[in-house]
């Protein structure tokens, strides 16, 4: 059974960076592609990104100045960073398996998120 | 960018019925859509996949149909746990992968 589970700060603050883990289980993590995936208060699904453990990486263009999605192999495990954060990057970030393709990627199955609120 | 409109908003229906829940596309993503159900304080669950193809372990009454710009979520003889929020996700043309905003399903 493949399991993700996200961790980091649960507050971040205004212009600051923000960094959240994913910790896979039941997978090695050198088998798919990886996505990041956010949901503002009362709002729907946001992507953020995608990475393949080569490195590959495919970021949300209205993000991409700000985001990095990278790999930790040993470790079992994916990061996101998100720097010069605003109120507006408040919300519960998942992080989540690709599947299907390089090229058609849908997503199974998602962590269960961490909620993040930007504040000073 | 590709703008999915998920309809309508809220849809009410009683325990038994059917549910019918739409995906329309800004543009043509051929059958490269998915869907996924969110419960309260859950993460999101994929159902469905290349438009009509159920995911791992999902039950036969759920069923999704389309191509192009239009796709149906069916849902038949609903059961209490069907009630959620669902959201369909397009795949073909990205970056951006976009998703709905959500068709939120009520008990009637």
């Known amino acids: 059974q493949v399991l993700l589970q996200e961790s980091g700060p649960g507050v971040v603050k205004p212009s600051e960076t923000l960094s959240l883990i994913c910790t896979v289980s039941g997978v090695s993590i050198t088998d798919k592609y990886w996505g990041w995936i956010r949901q503002g208060p009362g709002k729907g699904l946001e992507w953020i990104g995608n990475v393949f453990y080569g490195g590959i990486t495919k970021y949300n263009p209205s993000l991409k100045s700000r985001v990095t999605i990278s790999v930790d192999s040993p470790k079992n495990q994916f990061s996101l960073t998100l720097t010069s954060v605003t109120a507006a990057d408040t919300a519960v970030y998942y992080c989540?398996?690709?599947?299907?393709?390089?090229?058609?990627?849908?997503?199974?199955?998602w962590g269960q998120g961490t909620l993040v609120s930007v504040s000073s | 960018e590709v703008e999915l409109t998920q309809s309508p908003a809220t849809l009410s229906v009683s325990p038994g019925e059917t549910a019918t829940l739409s995906c329309r596309a800004s543009q043509s993503v051929t059958s490269n859509l998915a869907w996924y159900q969110q419960k309260p304080g859950q993460a999101p669950r994929l159902l469905i996949y290349s438009a009509s193809t159920r995911a791992t372990g999902i039950p036969a009454r759920f069923s999704g149909s389309g191509s192009g710009t239009e796709f149906t979520l069916t849902i038949s003889s609903l059961r209490s746990e069907d009630f959620a929020i669902y959201f369909c996700q397009q795949y073909n043309n990205w970056p951006p992968i976009t998703f709905g905003q959500g068709t939120r399903l009520e008990i009637k």
């Open positions: 989540a398996r690709v599947l299907g393709t390089t090229l058609y990627p849908w997503f199974g199955p």
